[in-house]
């Protein structure tokens, strides 16, 4: 059997290491933050301006003054800071932050990756994820390993428009994890999921990997 | 000391607005937005304005208001996804839009406003973002030139001022207002509170007064939420 989300977000909890700053986007890598071991202390970084962001507020806790990248109402913790725009990215940009998990449209063998665009449809905006791949020390992407139309997403290049370059440190899909160990350097094949067989991986993926 | 504060938005956008102005406007999603300034903006009637901001309001809200009066001729932002008539006149040609990576966009107003005219940064190298775009190579990595930007007025709102102007904004709220503030050839800052002078930590304002020109008390913040998201108390 394949991982769901869930599962696939337990896995890519396994990778939080004890005292990282972390940014999660929006989607399934939400979904990250459920499934932090105990022992291990993240920080998460919102780039609208928070570190520390804490939990969804109760009903009488709600403040329209304070939410997420993703628009949503959450709550502070003893740890938290607030700063500008600017401050956000720049400790972004200026790679302080230690992880960021994203979602992904296509990931191509090199570690390009697209998620913000599909020319001919309203584009919405890249909002932050250029920043965060090319500042971030390390990019795991979080996605379906096909398309609904059945289209492998881990590709030999990517076809849409890039967010970054050579930025995909690992990919965590419903089927198997592929990592590399350094920028530059090919994806191999970490981990398959339960019932997962690597012919079956091959079958289904574009790109290459070692196994 | 000039008195900096007006009775209103109306009052505080007096002889700085005129067709074809650039503004710049606070806020991330529906958070921290100038709400009060953007409403008198429609009343003004003003047109032909290129509206630096991250996001463009949505349907009948923030800078929403703008676009359904037609007022916003260009947009400059990172992300656009919460407003349908900004969807329908972009696909229709009827506006120009300029999209600019979050921190980019950030970085490009904190330049402005910093005397800065360009910086070269690495975000977006070998993306739709560096095209036409000087590259220059430090060490062996590419970087892009990007511009400074600064607006003909910037509109931002805080939570706090004093009678100098300076300014304190309440979490989240904070985002681009105070870059955007120091990019304003005029700065005007709507506020929920004015204190007495004194009454701020002169160690904990975010924006010193210096700059902003004008700024007023708004009233009745409606401050809207685009995502509620709440947790229940589970019965222990």
């Known amino acids: 059997m394949a991982w769901n989300r869930d599962e696939q977000a337990a896995r890519a909890a396994r990778e939080l290491q004890d005292g990282f700053y972390v940014n999660l986007g929006i989607g399934m890598p939400t979904l990250v933050a459920n499934h932090i071991a105990p022992g291990i202390d993240i920080t998460l970084q919102s780039e609208n301006g928070m570190l520390g962001m804490g939990p969804f507020p109760y009903e009488d806790e709600i403040d329209a003054d304070l939410i997420n990248a993703g628009k949503q109402t959450i709550t502070e913790l003893r740890r938290s800071s607030y700063f500008s725009s600017a401050e956000s990215f720049a400790m972004i940009r200026g790679g302080h932050i230690d992880l960021s998990i994203l979602g992904a449209m296509e990931v191509a063998e090199n570690g390009d990756l697209a998620n913000w665009m599909i020319p001919g449809k309203m584009v919405k905006g890249m909002g932050g994820a250029m920043d965060l791949v090319a500042g971030v020390k390390r990019i795991i992407v979080l996605m379906e390993h096909n398309s609904k139309a059945g289209e492998a997403k881990f590709k030999t290049t990517c076809t849409l428009p890039l967010t970054g370059k050579n930025v995909v440190d690992m990919v965590i899909s419903d089927l198997c994890v592929l990592a590399r160990p350094a920028k530059g350097e090919a994806f191999r094949l970490v981990e398959l999921a339960p019932g997962v067989s690597l012919e079956e991986l091959r079958g289904k993926t574009e790109g290459a990997f070692e196994a | ?236």
């Open chain 2, 1 to 236: 000391m000039p008195n900096k504060l007006y009775a209103d938005a109306a009052a505080a956008l007096e002889g700085v607005v005129f067709d074809g102005m650039t503004i710049m406007s606070g806020g991330f999603g529906l958070c921290g937005i100038p709400e009060k300034l953007i409403a008198a903006l429609k009343a003004s009637g003003t047109k032909n304005i290129t509206a630096i901001s991250n996001n463009a309001g949505v349907d009948g809200f923030g800078l929403g208001l703008l676009l359904e009066t037609r007022q916003i001729s260009k947009m400059i932002a990172s992300y656009v996804g919460e407003n349908k008539e900004f969807e329908r006149q972009y696909l229709a040609g009827e506006l120009q839009l300029e999209f600019n990576p979050q921190g980019t966009l950030a970085e490009r107003i904190r330049a402005g406003g910093a005397g800065i005219p360009g910086f070269y940064t690495k975000v977006g190298v070998g993306t739709l973002v560096a095209e036409g775009k000087d590259v220059k190579s430090f060490g062996d990595e590419g970087y892009i030139l990007e511009t400074g930007l600064v607006a003909d007025v910037a509109l931002v709102k805080a939570w706090k001022a004093d009678p100098y102007g300076n300014l304190v904004f309440r979490k989240t709220a904070r985002n681009f207002n105070p870059v955007m503030a120091t990019a304003g050839k005029v700065t005007i800052a709507e506020v929920e509170e004015l204190v007495e002078a004194g009454a701020l930590d002169p160690d904990a304002i975010h924006t010193p007064g210096v700059y902003v020109q004008r700024m007023f008390v708004g009233k009745d913040y409606e401050k809207r939420i685009e995502q509620r998201t709440v947790r229940t108390r589970d019965a222990a």
